[in-house]
DNA sequence: CTCCAAACATGACCGCCGTCATGTTTCATT
DNA sequence: AATGAAACATGACGGCGGTCATGTTTGGAG
């Protein structure tokens, strides 16, 4: 029972991205030359800065976000407080997948981890183009049933594994996918599941054990190897 | 690093199932009353009993499996040995879609709850139901989308919330959706994330609070609002 | 009915890690 | 440079729940 929040809109701005596949293939325009072009005059671009909200959770979702430049991170807050980063996205992603295709609320909220450029796609013009070209149908099933495993394995890697290991896991695949964000302590405990203070006492621990180095706020894995291998203790 | 499993085939019994869009119409027979027909020569029934392994992660998905009757669950263990419960399908369902349509291998474990009557249809026979109805794509993609968002859902409140509280939802959830079954204190840990023994010391407590019955093995809901309102200790 | 394995049940122990409190460092802003 | 808020850092404490050990009950097979 929260109280209903407010959708942020899109302010349309100067239509910028006439060329935007050309920057950031998406999964939708990669499936067909032609689907840029019909997707063209229906774009709303709209930018936001970080930890600016995209979307609420509860909200009826009104159409797709393809994300052209920044990275966009999908969070849910349980009922005790505490957050949980479910997905993240970047250059060429798509934001509000989900909930468009299963036809219901958004479940989760969207919110910019940097500065981040969207292009916003009403949901009439995205099942327009099903109609015109079937096969995006298959590679959007293709793309979702893969998030599927995705969730399931961080699921049960979240719930059998240690702290410490966990922590491992997020830095590692924080700089392998997102390597330009400088990430906080407290984001780093979102995505792998823990406190922001577990992060720092783990950190420290990886330290002393060589294995990151850290230089003020900035995380320097040195030995990657040993960090994959280090199992909860 | 486990060792190389090997599939179990569906051995092929009598073809018993002309009608079986009429005992549990599932999600791509139901798209289309074109479809059962071109399936219907395609199907090869088989049938497990309890505990028999229908697939094993880590193999290739061949194709699709149709549930005629019975329980199916989807289990995956982690490193550390511990089992969870991913999906549970019964009458209607189908089982192996995710790796179909990811184009990956199994990830999780397939079992028979209880006896159970499948139907397997070859990838080949359902690429081809694609290419001649291109909705079931997009009621698929619906079915995925929906497999998501309680997936995310499940993995944040099992890590957030108490084990009381999530073996009291877990109760709740398998007498709701699959009455029939008599569920052993192990299956409901494995569903609710915590250990058998956890299960029997608050099963105990739920009692004492005159929350349900235990009669034998037999678990009885009693007072349903309170048992769903309660809140991890 | 007899038997036996599996499931159920309960108690003791204890370690991980979440919580709280307090202090320090960083860095953007002026 | 001064300033203040946010992020970083560290210590103490304690409880939830996992693990192990041991004993009891159940229910199916023969």
């Known amino acids: 029972m929260s109280s209903p929040p407010k959708t942020p809109l899109c302010e349309p701005q ?94 989760a909220t969207a919110l910019a981890v940097d500065d981040v450029e969207l292009c916003f796609v009403p949901k009439a013009e995205i099942l327009s183009v099903f109609k015109d070209h079937p096969e995006v149908a298959l590679r959007l099933l293709n793309h979702v049933a893969k998030d599927l495993r995705q969730a399931e394995e961080r699921w049960v890697g979240q719930m059998d594994k240690g702290a410490s290991e966990r922590i491992a896991e997020a830095l590692i695949f924080l700089q392998e996918h997102f390597h330009s964000q400088s990430w906080t302590r407290r984001e780093i405990a979102e995505w792998a599941g823990t406190t922001p203070e577990t992060v720092m006492r783990t950190l420290a621990q990886f330290e002393k054990e060589s294995l990151i180095g850290q230089s003020g706020r900035h995380i320097n894995i040195l030995n990657k190897t040993l960090l994959k291998e280090r199992t909860c203790f």
Chains 1, 2 share one sequence.
Do not use: W
Request: charge should be positive.
């Open 14 to 107: 100067r239509p910028s991205c006439e060329n935007c596949g050309s920057k950031a293939q998406n999964i939708i325009c990669a499936s067909n030359p032609n689907i840029p072009l019909s997707l063209e005059k229906a774009k709303i671009p709209c930018h936001f800065k970080r930890d600016q909200i995209i979307f609420y959770a509860e909200n009826e979702p009104l159409g797709l976000f393809f994300v052209q430049s920044g990275l966009v991170k999908l969070e849910k807050v349980s009922e005790d407080g505490s957050a949980h980063t479910l997905r993240i996205m970047g250059p060429g992603g798509i934001l509000g997948y989900r909930s468009l295709f299963a036809n219901e609320p958004y479940h």
